[in-house]
């Protein structure tokens, strides 16, 4: 069986006022993310993983933030939309793992919402291809206070991939 890895990494900066949404899950907090879309940097990675696996380009290439079609969009859509290139292509996701570098708020309590999340949008792009709780792993970390993560005035998620070819 041909398998292939994807990394992805987007960051987003925050600012007051905005939602604070990571792997599809609204975060109570008062700064959100600064972006074109609804700003899901854990999402964005992820599709730049996926992509990535199959030197498929990026998110910029495919959905990019010039484009009104994508101003303010919820990023589960793109995942959607960049899952199914991956299945075009006669693939399919093994596992994912998702790092998120954030200071404040702590994601910990929301990482399980999260993952089901994830795996939810993942298996309703093709039945035949369902995507599991177990396949999606996310974790958070702080940078203990260095660097704009820890300053507060950003996220960064980095992202891995497993993909492998379907066999018919």
């Known amino acids: ?77 793109l995942l959607q939309r960049t899952y199914s290139l991956v299945l075009e292509k006669g693939y399919r996701l093994v596992n994912a793992d998702i790092t998120i570098l954030l200071q404040k708020p702590k994601v910990a309590p929301y990482i399980l919402q999260m993952r089901e999340t994830l795996a939810k949008t993942l298996s309703g792009v093709k039945a035949e291809y369902p995507c599991g709780i177990e396949d999606i792993s996310v974790k958070a970390t702080t940078t203990e206070g260095a660097g704009f993560v820890g300053r507060e005035e950003g996220v960064a998620v980095y992202a891995t991939v497993l993909v492998e070819k379907i066999c018919e």
Do not use: Q, W
């Open 1 to 77: 069986m041909k398998m292939r890895i994807g990394n992805g990494y987007d960051v987003h900066l925050l600012s007051p006022g905005l939602r604070l949404v990571l792997g599809g899950v609204e975060i109570p907090h008062t700064k959100g993310l600064v972006a074109h879309s609804d700003g899901d940097v854990a999402i964005h990675a992820l599709c730049d993983a996926l992509m990535g696996s199959l030197s498929l380009g990026d998110i910029g290439h495919h959905f990019p933030d010039t484009s009104a079609e994508f101003k303010g969009i919820d990023s589960k859509i």
